[in-house]
């Protein structure tokens, strides 16, 4: 299914300022409007993690069925009304945030029961499937703007994922991690990436934006690792940065 109702590609300028946001810098007036968060609030596009304000904060709070903070903060950097594979996408809840934000969704999960009001959507497509039992990756020969993977791991997927980002593509990433295990749930090696796991799957391929493998408090304390890659080949890295 076709995007409708494109709006203007989003400028390079735009993407590099998206970037560098304000607050990046370590600016004193940044640091009190950080210190000014409250319990209950999200970090908007753009601005710190939600590990660095809950470090800044002791008291961010993230609800399960919202969009995860990682995934908001570098949506921008998606190009605009690009196309987004939401891997395993369980409810939807990354779908229904690029819905919103004007992108075709490619959601793709082996029970789809959870996006079944989204049905008829003209700008969601649906895919049922078991990633884990074909041998084929389902959307080989696909690409997409953004690639966004939460709280799934199959191992063997990851470079087919790298693969899937189109040039000028991002790649957002974040699940647990070696260590999750004294929290609970997941403890299986099998789901718990090792560390730099995302950075070696990327390596040679795409450019970091921004990494952590760290303890988070919110919406339940877990160890998780993250990543913001971005596919170069049309733009250089340093063309972005400087
Ligand atoms: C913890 S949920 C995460 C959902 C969503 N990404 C999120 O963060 O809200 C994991 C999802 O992976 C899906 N999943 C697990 N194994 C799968 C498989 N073999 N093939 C496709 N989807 C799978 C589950 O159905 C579930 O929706």
């Known amino acids: 299914m076709g995007v409708q109702g494109e709006a203007a590609p989003r400028s ?42 809950a470090i800044a904060n002791d008291g961010v709070h993230v609800e399960p069925g919202e969009p995860s903070p990682w995934v908001v903060r570098f949506a921008p950097l998606i190009p605009t009304a690009g196309k987004v594979l939401d891997l395993a996408c369980g409810r939807g809840r990354h779908t229904r945030f690029f819905l919103q934000r004007g992108h075709g969704v490619v959601a793709v999960d082996k029970d789809v029961s959870g996006i079944a009001d989204l049905e008829g959507n003209p700008e969601l497509e649906v895919l049922r499937v078991d990633l884990e039992s074909e041998d084929v990756f389902p959307l080989s020969g696909r690409r997409f703007e953004g690639v966004v993977v939460t709280n799934y791991l199959h191992r063997p997927l990851l470079p087919d994922l790298v693969q899937a980002i189109g040039p000028g593509g991002v790649l957002i990433y974040e699940t647990y991690a070696k260590g999750n295990q004294r929290f609970g749930s997941p403890s299986n090696p099998d789901f718990l990436l090792e560390p730099g796991e995302l950075l070696e799957a990327v390596r040679g391929r795409l450019e970091v934006v921004a990494y952590e493998n760290a303890m988070v408090k919110e919406p339940r304390p877990a160890i998780l690792q993250r990543i913001c890659a971005i596919d170069t080949r049309e733009v250089s890295y340093m063309e972005i940065i400087t």
């Not at 600016?27 to 596009?45: G, I, M, Q, S, W």
């Open 12 to 53: 390079e300028a735009e993407r590099i300022r998206l970037l560098h946001p304000p607050g990046d810098e370590d600016d004193p007036k940044d640091r009190v409007h950080r210190d000014e968060r409250r319990p209950f609030e999200y970090c908007p596009a753009g601005s710190r993690s939600a590990l660095e304000v």
